[in-house]
């Protein structure tokens, strides 16, 4: 499985960017997907995670309210909608995926068991 994640960039305080990660996999409905960053100086983090069946969705608290996860599985693309932006959310952005299609809001505390990882895409907001 390969993931290329896409749409970063600079933007101001309160602004909003989508991203997206487009994966290798035909059969996403499989996979539970997750949205990961990691800013300077710090560990990668859980952002968002989605069930590949249902679509349950599940965000660290920093982001509830302002970001959206979502999936196209019949194009094999994860999203990330992101609103509301702030300095704080600097960071490199990672798609990744998971086979299993149940995940729950716990798996975004444990990157380790999130098999397959896409390059990261850097989104900047400048304050």
């Known amino acids: 499985v390969q993931l290329q994640a896409s749409g970063g960039g600079l933007v101001q305080t309160g602004n909003s960017l989508r991203l997206s990660c487009t994966v290798s996999?035909?059969?996403?409905?499989?996979?539970?997907l997750a949205w990961f960053r990691q800013a300077p100086g710090k560990k990668r983090g859980g952002v968002s995670c989605?069930?590949?069946?249902?679509?349950?969705?599940y965000y660290a608290e920093s982001v509830k309210d302002r970001f959206a996860i979502s999936r196209d599985n019949a194009r094999n693309i994860l999203f990330l909608q992101m609103n509301d932006l702030k300095p704080e959310d600097t960071a490199v952005y990672y798609c990744?995926?998971?086979?299993?299609?149940?995940?729950?809001?716990?798996?975004?505390?444990?990157?380790?068991?999130?098999?397959?990882w896409g390059q990261g895409t850097q989104v900047t907001v400048s304050g």
């Open positions: 990744a995926a998971r086979a299993g299609a149940r995940t729950n809001g716990g798996l975004l505390l444990l990157d380790k068991v999130w098999a397959f």
């Open positions: 996999e035909t059969t996403l409905d499989h996979y539970s």
């Open positions: 989605i069930s590949g069946g249902d679509g349950s969705s």
